[in-house]
């Protein structure tokens, strides 16, 4: 039986949803799409129609996988700052489970915890706002928000 399904969502564009309740520590799915280096993404998301959607995840030996490019539903997977779900890597795989009881229905979230190289330009950052509307909203989906 299914567990999630992507449809669309309040807080951005699409987003993946519980199909039954969901316990803490359980495995959803893995995180797939090709394996590249970084200056490949950049190159071949700048080529994209949408460049608000790059569906990138980093992986700690600096290469990353890019979900737009066989990847699956875990993509869709929209950013909060109080997150339900973690990413778990091992190897070159990354892995999302919930990190508490989700109720049928509800949406599952990531803290993206991005970087960018600092950036003054309030263009730029704002293309990074956070929407999920959380009590402990940091109002950006950056991770390191001192600059």
Known sequence: MRRVTVRRSPVHG???FA?????????????KGEVIRWRTA????????DPGHTYLFGLSDGRVIDGARGGN?????????????EAIEIGNRVFIHVTTSVPEGA????????AIEASDDAEVRLQYRCRCGSRRCRGTMLGDTRW
Request: aromatic share 12%; net charge positive; with cysteine.
């Open 14 to 16: 699409r987003g993946v």
């Open 19 to 31: 199909l039954r309740a969901l316990t803490a520590g359980e495995r959803i799915f893995e995180y």
């Open 107 to 114: 949406e599952l979230f990531l803290d993206y915890q991005l």
């Open 73 to 85: 539903s875990a993509r869709w997977l929209n950013h909060a700052c109080e997150a339900n779900c």
């Open 42 to 49: 950049i190159r071949q998301s700048r080529r994209r129609s």
